[in-house]
């Protein structure tokens, strides 16, 4: 196929959309725009390896430049997109250059949620991380600074607790619900992990809020939480959620709900436009949902290279993620979403996985240093097995023993 491709944001789906399309034998021009400074770079390792200084800048890189220019991708960074004109097929670049394309890719991906200015929120010692350049900003931090306040328990706040720790900071890491991975995994899974970092030396408060940040020389020095206490801080990393990059699909008048609203083949309400990754919002299970992981963008970005290139494609999304905290490594097949009860199954302190059922059927799993429940779970949730309830939480039988069960009475 030949034509005029235009992939928006230079994240890990933009970039796979771009490499996909060759791979599938497409021939027309590839133009991947992206606002961010630095070659395409893998995410995950920033709250992981790369801050606690165990990864090189050079490996975080997705490709070497050479690929681009290999694979005929024309990649401009440090370049921004400020308007699609629908009705010309072009998209306007912010000094003022159009880009005519017959398919159009939205890849624009998500942004870290800051706290508010009346919170202290602007000081120079308050950092979010999405992006490299945070975490630079955050590596020099921790060097200067003893005293970190992590505002959030999910899982970027928890990696950077882990990593601050490793770095010999003290961590305080607050989460004003009532517990942490709140609104990610089951009761379980968080006081294995709270345990996880008491025993590292996180004081972890949960049901706390942060009030305000008081500053001297537009610096943070002391926090004030709701329960009514007040500490000693040096530095603060906010991990409180991500709001999906919409602007440009909504200032096109593409439909936007809690990101950009795609089909089964990834086409917004325009069908030369796709949305992939972070930014866009698809059907599973009868709900509208967003997934912010590495398996999404990449799979994503397949689907919409193969609708490019001409075949007819569904995504069947089987969501999986992982998180490293210290030594552990959790590993989460499927999406909890709307579970009903939960299994556990303990091989010892440091090895358990946390099994979500939907009534009988097993929809997720979170495998704590337990790879062998994480490939099992993800092979049965993609052939829509389930196990018994009461044989999983028997660590004494072996999975490969396990009564399954076909449950496919889910809306998919
Ligand atoms: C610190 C951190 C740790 C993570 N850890 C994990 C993990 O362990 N496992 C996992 O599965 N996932 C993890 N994730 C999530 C994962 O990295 C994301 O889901 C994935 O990177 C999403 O890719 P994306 O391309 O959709 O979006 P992004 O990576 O956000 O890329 C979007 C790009 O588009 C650019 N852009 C937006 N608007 C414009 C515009 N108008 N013009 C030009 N460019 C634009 C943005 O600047 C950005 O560079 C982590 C994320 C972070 C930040």
Request: aromatic share 6%.
């Amino acid at each position: 196929m030949n034509g005029d491709v235009v992939i928006v944001g230079s994240g890990h789906a933009g970039v796979s959309v771009a490499f996909k399309l060759r791979a599938l034998g497409f021939k027309g021009n590839i133009t991947l725009i992206g606002e961010d400074i630095y070659l395409p770079y893998h995410r995950p390792p920033l709250s992981k390896k790369y801050i606690a200084n165990l990864a090189d800048e050079g490996r975080l890189y997705l490709k070497p430049e050479s690929q681009y220019r290999s694979a005929q991708i024309d990649l401009r960074l440090n370049c921004r997109v400020n308007v699609i004109h629908r009705s010309e097929k072009q998209i306007e670049l912010e000094d003022g250059q159009r880009i005519r394309y017959d398919a159009l890719v939205l890849a624009t991906g998500a942004r870290a949620r800051s706290l508010s200015e009346e919170q202290g929120g602007r000081a120079k010692n308050v950092h979010l991380l999405r992006s490299l350049s945070d975490a630079k900003r955050i590596q020099d931090a921790f060097t200067q600074n003893k005293n970190l306040l992590v505002v959030g328990g999910g899982y970027i706040g928890l990696e950077m607790a882990a990593v601050a720790r490793s770095l010999g900071l003290q961590v305080t890491l607050i989460e004003r619900e009532d517990r942490i991975l709140g609104r990610v995994a089951a009761a379980q899974t968080a006081a294995h992990f709270k345990n996880l970092h008491q025993k590292h030396g996180v004081r972890v408060l949960e049901g706390v809020g942060l009030k305000y940040l008081e500053q001297s020389n537009d610096r943070v020095e002391k926090a004030g939480l709701s329960d009514g206490t007040v500490i000693d801080v040096g530095v603060v990393v906010a991990g409180i959620g991500v709001t999906p990059e919409v602007k440009l699909a909504k200032e096109a008048g593409l439909q936007v709900a809690n990101g950009i609203v795609v089909d089964h083949a990834g086409r917004t309400s325009d069908t030369a436009i796709y949305a992939i990754g972070d930014c866009a919002s698809f059907a599973f299970r009868g709900q509208m949902i967003r997934l912010e992981s590495v398996q999404n963008a990449v799979d994503m970005a397949e689907i919409v290279g193969r609708s490019i290139t001409g075949e007819s494609v569904r995504y069947d999304c089987q969501p999986w993620f992982w998180s490293d905290q210290y030594a552990t490594k959790l590993q989460i097949a499927g999406l909890n979403l709307g579970y009903t009860q939960v299994a556990v199954r303990r091989k010892n302190d440091s090895s358990l996985s946390i099994w979500y059922f939907d009534q009988e059927r097993l929809i997720a799993v979170d495998a704590v240093n337990d790879a062998k429940a994480f490939m099992t779970a993800r092979r049965w949730l993609s052939t829509g097995q389930s196990p018994d309830i009461d044989e999983i939480a028997n660590e004494s039988l072996e999975l490969s023993t396990l009564t399954l069960s076909e449950k496919t009475d889910l809306v998919t």
